[in-house]
């Protein structure tokens, strides 16, 4: 019988999965990387149970991975922002849009490119010390036709 977890397994992709490979969690965070922040918004945006979206949170603020900042009083209200290391996760969200993209999309892909210049950008390897874009300076649009031909598959 498969364990339901990946304790005592020496991989830090196995490690990464206990911290965000629970169903509905890379969608929570995905949503707060296109600018989502209120439990209402994730609630609207992927229709998941609230008791399911609570849970999750709190899982995502213990991991590190959103700070909870309480945005109004009366009634008491938070949002959920993503820390440096939840922001750290954007190439690896990257990483596996532009898989999916490539070998799963039923709709018509997506590309990601920089704001300054629209040239796109891919997730990949770098040398270290390379530049590297902040999430704030790329953009997912839907990809032009010309842009792809030959590009899936």
Same mark, same amino acid.
Request: hydrophobic content about 35%; charged content about 35%; aromatic content about 8%.
């Given at each position: 019988?498969?364990?339901?977890?990946?304790?005592?397994?020496?991989?830090?992709?196995?490690?990464?999965?206990?911290?965000?490979?629970?169903?509905?969690?890379?969608?929570?965070?995905?949503?707060?990387?296109?600018?989502?922040?209120?439990?209402?918004?994730?609630?609207?945006? +992927?229709?998941?149970?609230?008791?399911? =979206?609570?849970?999750? *949170? %709190?899982? #995502?603020? !213990?991991? &590190?991975?959103?700070?909870?900042?309480?945005?109004?009083?009366?009634?008491?209200?938070?949002?959920?922002? +993503?820390?440096?290391?939840?922001?750290? =996760?954007?190439?690896? *969200? %990257?990483? #596996?849009? !532009?898989? &999916?993209?490539?070998?799963?999309?039923?709709?018509?892909?997506?590309?990601?490119?920089?704001?300054?210049?629209?040239?796109?950008?891919?997730?990949?390897?770098?040398?270290?010390?390379?530049?590297?874009?902040?999430?704030?300076?790329?953009?997912?649009?839907?990809?032009?036709?010309?842009?792809?031909?030959?590009?899936?598959?």
């Amino acid at each position: 019988m498969l364990n339901r977890d990946y304790e005592g397994q020496d991989c830090s992709i196995a490690r990464a999965l206990e911290v965000v490979g629970e169903r509905w969690t890379l969608l929570i965070i995905r949503d707060a990387f296109l600018g989502l922040r209120r439990f209402d918004q994730f609630q609207e945006s +992927l229709g998941i149970a609230r008791n399911v =979206l609570t849970d999750r *949170l %709190a899982r #995502l603020v !213990q991991e &590190g991975i959103f700070d909870r900042v309480r945005y109004n009083d009366r009634p008491e209200r938070y949002e959920y922002r +993503l820390t440096p290391k939840g922001r750290d =996760l954007g190439i690896a *969200l %990257a990483g #596996l849009r !532009q898989w &999916g993209d490539k070998y799963l999309s039923q709709e018509p892909p997506r590309i990601t490119r920089r704001r300054s210049d629209k040239r796109p950008v891919i997730a990949a390897f770098v040398p270290e010390g390379s530049a590297v874009l902040r999430d704030n300076e790329i953009e997912t649009v839907p990809a032009r036709a010309p842009a792809l031909s030959g590009d899936r598959g």
